[in-house]
T-cell receptor, first 113, second 114 residues
Framework: KAGVTQTPRYLIKTRGQQVTLSCSPISGHRSVSWYQQTPGQGLQFLFEYFSETQRNKGNFPGRFSGRQFSNSRSEMNVSTLELGDSALYLC????????????FGSGTRLTVV | AQSVTQLGSHVSVSEGALVLLRCNYSSSVPPYLFWYVQYPNQGLQLLLKYTSAATLVKGINGFEAEFKKSETSFHLTKPSAHMSDAAEYFCAVSFSGGYNKLIFGAGTRLAVHP
């Protein structure tokens, strides 16, 4: 079966711009989580959605937002990009509300110049 | 609050030697524990997970981990390292009511030498 698909794989943006990243979970998975991975801060939780509802949010500024659609696909948006937003953004999906068996996508590598 | 500490940011072993990657956790509620592996330019792959069933958990690729509540540890082991095991390994904790939020350790980069 198809895994978690993240698009695009690579992205270069300029400071001040905004960006939208997409995540298509495994078919039948209803929970989608987002993580930011940087060399300095490691893997940090951004937010989690289940059935179109944001259930949990990490400690990130309001410039980071997300949403989930009725087909469980999710997008995250970062507005007014800063150099420090350069990172690998990972999406993970799980089948049910408390599955604890998350499957990660390959990530989107965002570079802000 | 929950947290994870991985002892040793870099571990180097010879091919065929025992792999031991250390993870200690802190949690005020019963934890769920995970080990993930990340290869260069890829996402995270689940190796194994502990969700309050058997304390010795067997995962993929010959890895296993033992949950020791008294030591608040969840160390990852493999009896015989293979060159293909070279990667970065992450220990993570979650908990009931955490809405699928994973808290990760800083990671351990495993090098395997011939």
């Amino acid at each position: 079966k198809a895994g978690v698909t993240q698009t695009p794989r690579y992205l270069i943006k300029t400071r001040g711009q905004q960006v939208t990243l997409s995540c298509s979970p495994i078919s039948g998975h209803r929970s989608v989580s987002w993580y930011q991975q940087t060399p300095g801060q490691g893997l940090q939780f951004l937010f989690e959605y289940f059935s179109e509802t944001q259930r949990n949010k990490g400690n990130f500024p309001g410039r980071f937002s997300g949403r989930q659609f009725s087909n469980s696909r999710s997008e995250m948006n970062v507005s007014t990009l800063e150099l420090g937003d350069s990172a690998l953004y990972l999406c993970a999906s799980s089948r049910v509300e408390y599955d604890y068996g998350y499957t990660f996508g390959s990530g989107t590598r965002l570079t802000v110049v | 609050a929950q947290s994870v500490t991985q002892l040793g940011s870099h571990v180097s072993v010879s091919e065929g030697a025992l792999v031991l990657l250390r993870c200690n956790y802190s949690s005020s509620v019963p934890p769920y524990l995970f080990w993930y592996v990340q290869y260069p330019n890829q996402g995270l792959q689940l190796l194994l997970k502990y969700t309050s069933a058997a304390t010795l958990v067997k995962g993929i690729n010959g890895f296993e981990a033992e949950f020791k509540k008294s030591e608040t540890s969840f160390h990852l082991t493999k009896p015989s390292a293979h060159m293909s095991d070279a990667a970065e390994y992450f220990c993570a904790v979650s908990f009931s009511g955490g809405y699928n939020k994973l808290i990760f350790g800083a990671g351990t980069r495993l090098a395997v030498h011939p």
